[in-house]
């Protein structure tokens, strides 16, 4: 019996959290920065420790304070959020040594996935497509370069401690590859602590479609549809919506599929998400990652199958069963999620914190808004530049763009600057309006865009 | 910094031939120096203390004491010549070693740099939090086995 939880986290997130414990009759505890001492989550909680400095490392990254405060508060379970430490194994493992529950899956379903090589590995023989490459790290320059003729250029290397769209290079030469395999190993080694790396073909053009799973501790796996993440900037999504423009009932029902089968492959139990790419020449899809964690875009699905994914999180943690047949999860309408940034796009999306003034959020049908941000608020500096996500769902796709297009119009946050004059360009865009595009369709919007190598 | 960053850095500086390589990070700066048999490692101290490890006891070096005048524990303000000394880490305050023993200071005692304040348990670690700062004892904020939070105020004293 879960009766007190421990948010290790913060912003929207350790909100939203909040927001289930308080609905499951179960005390909340905030931990936060000196940073984050006027943050909502710190007022909304029913306790409030205080953990370290501003530095990520000295509060949301310091697992001897994190633990000490659930010590402290005597808390039953600590649930990680996303970011910070939810993908972190040795984090599981304390709690679980210090009888903490972790609200999320096993340190060895983490290992599993988080290794994007053995990740890959399971997949193939679990008889789940991946992009063609290797399923083991590469020794060399010369292997990286063998390895590439095989598959045929253009190429993409990648850290096996990596993730999120970080630590990757595509490379379309010998030469390329050559100096782009020494420094994705350097760079992996100084963000991720590993310098392992892989190779995959490189597939131009996709589109991103991950498949929502959640798993109880009893075997039982069910999806709960895709989600549809193609718009991104810099490998990081903007915009996702439920369901794809361009999965039909068919596609999902194999993608959910393949998806439920690699959880029981390595007998996953939470939420989690299973990430595949598209390539939109040939309409085949490909296993990319799985994250085991709770994710940013999580409120799409949450609006198109009416099910609440945290409270479900929560459940499975106590030990409950799936409340859900496969048969029971229904895609109704269409829903959006977009990522407000306290970015300026006109200046190259560069960081805005500040004071906040006023804010008026929009509301209405088929409007829901997940932030922690309020009037006289103060975005500190220190963390990422999130601060709100839009979220709306409608009977179609045309209609949730007709009640974004308000929203954008209504929403105020000043004086701050947002990627909200950003957003009204994309939903004027005659191939977002049509769901034709793929992972380059923000390069339109930039004048000058860095390519990669 | 992970000691498994320096490990992998000392492995590619070997492989590529690397001499001399220096890595910032917030406040730490690491040289890493090939050239002798052995890779050495000279670690720079961080300008602010940081507790990393999880196991071995570590005893974190105290939180200095504030040294502005207006210090708010309570919301009335300190004078000018009163230093709060605050908890540099989450835990449990103890205001001696063991259960049965003396505390290490009471009310007029008169303290140094480098002596034991009081422990702070955390994760079943005693962490001894020793003084930075010379003074005489005034108040003791906290009382006997109560939970403290990140820079929350132990002692306040006067110099």
Same mark, same amino acid.
């Given at each position: 019996?879960?009766?007190?939880?421990?948010?290790?986290?913060?912003?929207?997130?350790?909100?939203?959290?909040?927001?289930?414990?308080?609905?499951?009759?179960?005390?909340?505890?905030?931990?936060?920065?000196?940073?984050?001492?006027?943050?909502?989550?710190?007022?909304?909680?029913?306790?409030?420790?205080?953990?370290?400095?501003?530095?990520?490392?000295?509060?949301?990254?310091?697992?001897?304070?994190?633990?000490?405060?659930?010590?402290?508060?005597?808390?039953?379970?600590?649930?990680?959020?996303?970011?910070?430490?939810?993908?972190?194994?040795?984090?599981?493992?304390?709690?679980?040594?210090?009888?903490?529950?972790?609200?999320?899956?096993?340190?060895?379903?983490?290992?599993?996935?988080?290794?994007?090589?053995?990740?890959?590995?399971?997949?193939?023989?679990?008889?789940?497509?991946?992009?063609?490459?290797?399923?083991?790290?590469?020794?060399?320059?010369?292997?990286?370069?063998?390895?590439?003729?095989?598959?045929?250029?253009?190429?993409?290397?990648?850290?096996?401690?990596?993730?999120?769209?970080?630590?990757?290079?595509?490379?379309?030469?010998?030469?390329?590859?050559?100096?782009?395999?020494?420094?994705?190993?350097?760079?992996?080694?100084?963000?991720?602590?590993?310098?392992?790396?892989?190779?995959?073909?490189?597939?131009?053009?996709?589109?991103?479609?991950?498949?929502?799973?959640?798993?109880?501790?009893?075997?039982?796996?069910?999806?709960?549809?895709?989600?549809?993440?193609?718009?991104?900037?810099?490998?990081?999504?903007?915009?996702?919506?439920?369901?794809?423009?361009?999965?039909?009932?068919?596609?999902?029902?194999?993608?959910?599929?393949?998806?439920?089968?690699?959880?029981?492959?390595?007998?996953?139990?939470?939420?989690?998400?299973?990430?595949?790419?598209?390539?939109?020449?040939?309409?085949?899809?490909?296993?990319?990652?799985?994250?085991?964690?709770?994710?940013?875009?999580?409120?799409?699905?949450?609006?198109?199958?009416?099910?609440?994914?945290?409270?479900?999180?929560?459940?499975?943690?106590?030990?409950?069963?799936?409340?859900?047949?496969?048969?029971?999860?229904?895609?109704?309408?269409?829903?959006?999620?977009?990522?407000?940034?306290?970015?300026?796009?006109?200046?190259?999306?560069?960081?805005?914190?500040?004071?906040?003034?006023?804010?008026?959020?929009?509301?209405?049908?088929?409007?829901?808004?997940?932030?922690?941000?309020?009037?006289?608020?103060?975005?500190?500096?220190?963390?990422?530049?999130?601060?709100?996500?839009?979220?709306?769902?409608?009977?179609?796709?045309?209609?949730?763009?007709?009640?974004?297009?308000?929203?954008?119009?209504?929403?105020?946050?000043?004086?701050?600057?947002?990627?909200?004059?950003?957003?009204?360009?994309?939903?004027?865009?005659?191939?977002?309006?049509?769901?034709?595009?793929?992972?380059?369709?923000?390069?339109?919007?930039?004048?000058?865009?860095?390519?990669?190598? | 910094?992970?000691?498994?960053?320096?490990?992998?850095?000392?492995?590619?500086?070997?492989?590529?031939?690397?001499?001399?390589?220096?890595?910032?990070?917030?406040?730490?700066?690491?040289?890493?120096?090939?050239?002798?048999?052995?890779?050495?490692?000279?670690?720079?101290?961080?300008?602010?203390?940081?507790?990393?490890?999880?196991?071995?006891?570590?005893?974190?070096?105290?939180?200095?004491?504030?040294?502005? $005048?207006?210090?708010?524990?309570?919301?009335?303000?300190?004078?000018?010549?009163?230093? *709060? /000394? +605050? =908890?540099?880490?989450? @835990?449990?305050?103890?205001?001696?070693?063991?259960?049965?023993?003396?505390?290490?200071?009471?009310?007029?005692?008169?303290?140094? $740099?480098?002596?034991?304040?009081?422990?702070?348990?955390?994760?079943?670690?005693?962490? *001894? /939090? +020793? =003084?930075?700062?010379? @003074?005489?004892?005034?108040?003791?904020?906290?009382?006997?086995?109560?939970?403290?939070?990140?820079?929350?105020?132990?002692?306040?004293?006067?110099?």
């Amino acid at each position: 019996m879960i009766s007190k939880i421990l948010i290790a986290n913060r912003g929207e997130i350790a909100l939203r959290i909040i927001r289930a414990c308080h609905e499951l009759n179960i005390r909340s505890v905030a931990v936060y920065s000196e940073a984050d001492k006027d943050s909502l989550h710190v007022k909304l909680a029913d306790e409030a420790v205080c953990i370290g400095g501003a530095r990520s490392a000295d509060s949301y990254l310091n697992i001897n304070a994190i633990i000490s405060a659930a010590e402290i508060t005597d808390s039953d379970a600590i649930h990680p959020g996303y970011g910070f430490l939810a993908e972190n194994a040795h984090f599981a493992e304390v709690c679980e040594s210090c009888g903490i529950k972790f609200i999320g899956p096993s340190p060895d379903n983490m290992r599993a996935m988080g290794d994007k090589i053995a990740a890959r590995k399971i997949m193939k023989q679990s008889k789940v497509p991946v992009i063609e490459g290797t399923v083991e790290p590469i020794p060399s320059h010369e292997e990286a370069i063998r390895i590439a003729q095989k598959v045929g250029y253009p190429v993409i290397i990648k850290a096996a401690a990596g993730g999120g769209g970080r630590g990757m290079r595509v490379c379309h030469s010998d030469v390329r590859l050559a100096s782009a395999y020494v420094t994705a190993q350097a760079e992996a080694a100084s963000c991720f602590g590993n310098s392992d790396v892989y190779i995959e073909k490189y597939i131009e053009a996709p589109r991103h479609i991950e498949i929502q799973i959640a798993a109880d501790e009893h075997g039982n796996v069910i999806h709960l549809g895709e989600r549809d993440c193609t718009i991104q900037r810099r490998h990081q999504k903007l915009v996702e919506e439920s369901p794809s423009p361009v999965v039909d009932d068919e596609l999902r029902k194999k993608l959910g599929q393949y998806a439920v089968k690699a959880a029981k492959a390595i007998k996953y139990a939470s939420v989690g998400t299973i990430e595949f790419l598209m390539d939109m020449k040939t309409g085949e899809v490909y296993f990319i990652e799985m994250n085991t964690r709770i994710q940013v875009e999580h409120p799409v699905t949450e609006m198109v199958t009416g099910i609440d994914l945290i409270k479900l999180q929560i459940l499975i943690a106590m030990g409950e069963k799936l409340p859900y047949k496969q048969e029971d999860i229904v895609i109704k309408g269409h829903a959006f999620e977009l990522r407000v940034n306290a970015e300026d796009p006109s200046n190259n999306f560069m960081p805005q914190p500040g004071k906040i003034n006023q804010i008026h959020f929009p509301g209405g049908y088929g409007v829901r808004i997940d932030s922690h941000i309020y009037s006289g608020y103060s975005i500190p500096p220190y963390y990422d530049s999130l601060i709100a996500k839009m979220i709306v769902h409608n009977t179609s796709r045309d209609e949730c763009i007709s009640t974004i297009k308000r929203c954008l119009d209504e929403i105020v946050i000043d004086p701050l600057k947002t990627t909200i004059p950003f957003f009204r360009r994309i939903m004027d865009d005659a191939d977002f309006r049509k769901g034709e595009y793929d992972t380059s369709y923000l390069n339109k919007f930039f004048t000058v865009e860095r390519g990669e190598e | 910094m992970d000691p498994r960053k320096i490990k992998e850095l000392l492995k590619l500086m070997t492989a590529h031939d690397v001499v001399d390589m220096v890595i910032e990070e917030g406040d730490t700066k690491i040289k890493l120096s090939r050239g002798t048999p052995a890779s050495q490692v000279i670690l720079q101290p961080a300008a602010v203390p940081s507790v990393q490890q999880v196991f071995p006891p570590v005893p974190p070096s105290v939180q200095h004491a504030e040294s502005g $005048p207006q210090q708010q524990a309570s919301g009335a303000p300190r004078a000018a010549n009163l230093k *709060e /000394i +605050k =908890a540099p880490m989450v @835990g449990t305050f103890y205001r001696a070693p063991a259960p049965t023993a003396d505390p290490y200071i009471e009310i007029g005692n008169k303290i140094k $740099p480098g002596d034991v304040l009081c422990i702070i348990e955390a994760m079943k670690l005693m962490n *001894e /939090i +020793k =003084a930075e700062v010379a @003074g005489e004892v005034v108040e003791i904020l906290v009382e006997n086995g109560h939970p403290v939070e990140f820079g929350q105020p132990l002692f306040l004293i006067k110099s």
